[in-house]
């Protein structure tokens, strides 16, 4: 029994026990997660279109799908990959966004190197007609 002021506490020295056991893990496990945010970086790609028409938009989008698929298979199996997701523009569907996430600087720039990645790169630079825009960052 425990007494804290007026109150009694029928609470087993076990209980107490395992309740402070609990609350050190949840601790461990929440800077364990904080670590690998905080090292892990997000890189922002821009890919725009130049303007086109409706019938190109036809013809170039199921290309650019698999291109972007492709690119996307290919990271997955790179070390230090975490996650990527591709987004369209509302307002400019011209306009692509691709979020990837990284555990570190140095796996982004091991994949940004990587010969094949580059030469599909270029393939969907061609297509599109400009170069994609990539900005990086990372937790403070």
């Given at each position: 029994m425990f007494r804290f002021g007026a109150i009694n506490l029928f609470?087993?020295?076990?209980?107490?026990?395992?309740?402070?056991?609990?609350k050190r893990i949840y601790q461990l496990l929440y800077n364990i997660h904080k670590e690998n945010i905080i090292m892990s970086i997000r890189v922002l790609m821009i890919r725009r279109a130049a303007k086109v028409s409706r019938g190109m938009d036809v013809a170039i989008l199921p290309q650019l799908s698999e291109m972007l698929t492709e690119l996307r298979a290919m990271a997955y199996y790179q070390p230090g990959y975490i996650s990527g997701e591709t987004l369209r523009n509302v307002d400019d569907p011209n306009e692509y966004?691709?979020?990837?996430?990284?555990?570190s600087l140095d796996a982004w720039q091991r994949w940004f190197a990587n010969e094949k990645r580059a030469e599909l790169e270029g393939k969907v630079d061609a297509l599109l007609g400009s170069p994609t825009v990539y900005k990086v960052f990372s937790y403070d």
């Open positions: 609470v087993s020295a076990d209980r107490i026990r395992t309740h402070i056991q609990t966004l691709v979020i990837s996430t990284w555990k």
